[in-house]
């Protein structure tokens, strides 16, 4: 099994607010995230795949079917928008880097799954700024796969 990590690059505006919280909380909670009319980032999103080499190609998935899923899952969908205002997903739901990410892993995850041979997403890793980033892998297992694992 090998891994495979490939790096894209998008820009977009959120404004962290809960609309279930009063301005006080949530001028207090986000800070300057809170700033009515938002603020942009330069997003960088590393998009990573595992499984086997293919034998015939000797490559784990051809990278210009990671970049079409890329491009047409998440830059088109996400670059130069306001996340906030123009992303269906986010109506009601805090556009954080945090949610973002798994935003990102969860349009992704089937695509890789149809389109892509045997390679599987393995990981997402969303870059908020230079100190900033987020990771996700998924779904914790369930307990009870938990306990499978255990006893192997
Ligand atoms: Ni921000």
Known sequence: MVSL???????????????????????RLY?????????GHNYIV???????????TGMLIDLGLLDRIVEQEILERFDHTHLNLDVPSFKG?????????????DLLRDKFD???????????????T??????????SPSPAEGAACEKR
């Not at 990590?5 to 949530?26: C, D, K, Q, V, W």
């Not at 149809?114 to 908020?128: H, N, P, Q, T």
């Open 5 to 27: 990590t490939r790096r894209y690059r998008f820009s977009a505006a959120h404004r962290l607010h809960n609309e279930a919280l009063g301005p006080g909380e949530n001028a």
């Open 46 to 56: 590393e998009v990573s795949v595992r499984g086997p080499i293919d034998a015939a």
């Open 31 to 39: 800070g300057k995230c809170n700033n009515p009319h938002g603020h």
């Open 93 to 105: 739901r805090v556009p954080t880097t945090e949610n973002l990410c798994v935003e990102i892993f």
């Open 130 to 139: 230079n100190s900033n980033f987020f990771e996700y892998l998924g779904p």
């Open 114 to 128: 149809v389109k892509s041979g045997s390679a599987r997403l393995e990981k997402v890793r969303l870059e908020e």
